[in-house]
């Protein structure tokens, strides 16, 4: 009984961390510093709930930057102008795919790719399933030797603590740069021209 308590509040931890649009610990870290000790004899099954909590998770904040960025505070020229992604994905579908699936094998944020995704509005099931896979196998990995690699850290723990901190603060901070600049790209004209160009007044009803 305890063992399903603790899963549960796994799940609702990561689920409610993969929730939050910004400035929320990274999973793979508070997996490496939990250690889940109590979960090693069962790391596949501990893996697979944090990867169906974080998904979870950010599917919903994608569905939520969709229903307020999107719908209520985004311009219909800035609508139309994300839509061209939209239009591009929907070309390069299996590329898509790959490349959700090979971030999410990665340690890196993935908060500011979901609101930057929900801006559009294309299906979530296409990142959904390359996100799970995905984040399953890396938090196998952080559950089977997280609390290995702490122990064979060189910094000590506050030195750890400071370094983890800054990084993710930046981290943070220049993704929140990244989702502002992908809004106010012009897209189309990078698509035609294969060159950049800050967002200008958009009519809708031109192309």
Avoid: C
């Amino acid at each position: 009984m305890n063992g399903v308590a603790e899963l549960v509040i796994l799940f609702v931890v990561v689920f409610a961390l993969n929730v939050i649009p910004a400035f929320a610990p990274p999973t793979w870290m508070a997996l490496s510093w939990v250690g889940f000790s109590h979960l090693l004899g069962a790391p596949l099954i501990a893996a697979l709930i944090a990867a169906v909590a974080a998904t979870s998770g950010r599917l919903v904040l994608a569905r939520l930057s969709r229903v307020i960025i999107r719908k209520r505070f985004m311009s219909d020229a800035m609508r139309f102008n994300i839509d061209i992604i939209k239009e591009q994905i929907e070309k390069h579908r299996t590329l898509t795919f790959a490349a959700f699936l090979l971030y999410a094998f990665s340690p890196f944020p993935s908060n500011y790719l979901f609101i930057a995704y929900g801006l559009t509005p294309l299906p979530l099931r296409l990142v959904a399933i390359p996100f799970f896979i995905g984040r399953t196998a890396s938090y196998s990995f952080f559950v089977f030797v997280g609390a290995e690699v702490s122990k064979r850290l060189a910094l000590e723990g506050t030195d750890a603590q400071s370094y983890f901190s800054a990084y993710f603060l930046i981290t943070q901070l220049v993704l929140l740069g990244v989702v502002f600049v992908f809004a106010r790209i012009d897209w189309r004209y990078v698509v035609t021209a294969k060159r950049l160009r800050w967002l200008r007044t958009v009519n809708p009803g031109r192309q």
